[in-house]
């Protein structure tokens, strides 16, 4: 399957943006998906996951209650709405996708297709 991740772009501190990810195959109904992001010298990490069904999600504490993952399964597009951005959320965020009716998985190593990055920059 491929990943298309964007909406990412310069906003200012406080402001709001919403990142895409559309998949190619219908099997994305299927998928658990995820996003993450990596600061630069940073290492990957994690941020927002959402499962096959939408009915459990998961995310980093250092976005909750500002970030919303959601899904739409007719047009194969996963989102991650954020608000009340900072400097620190500035970053490049892939989406990744977990088969196999997968789960809210907070892990790498549970994603087995990853879309490019959409850099993300937050301005002080």
């Known amino acids: 399957v491929q990943l298309q991740a964007s909406g990412g772009g310069l906003v200012q501190a406080g402001g709001s943006l919403r990142l895409s990810c559309a998949a190619s195959e219908r099997t994305f109904s299927t998928y658990g998906m995820g996003w993450f992001r990596q600061a630069p010298g940073k290492e990957r990490e994690f941020v927002a996951a959402i499962s096959w069904t939408g009915s459990h999600t998961a995310y980093a504490d250092s976005v909750k209650s500002r970030f919303t993952i959601s899904r739409d399964i007719v047009k194969n597009t996963v989102y991650l709405q954020m608000i009340s951005l900072k400097p620190e959320d500035t970053a490049v965020y892939c989406c990744?996708?977990?088969?196999?009716?997968?789960?809210?998985?907070?892990?790498?190593?549970?994603?087995?297709?990853w879309g490019q990055g959409t850099l993300v920059t937050v301005s002080s």
């Open positions: 990744a996708a977990k088969p196999d009716y997968g789960g809210a998985s907070r892990y790498t190593k549970d994603y087995a297709f």
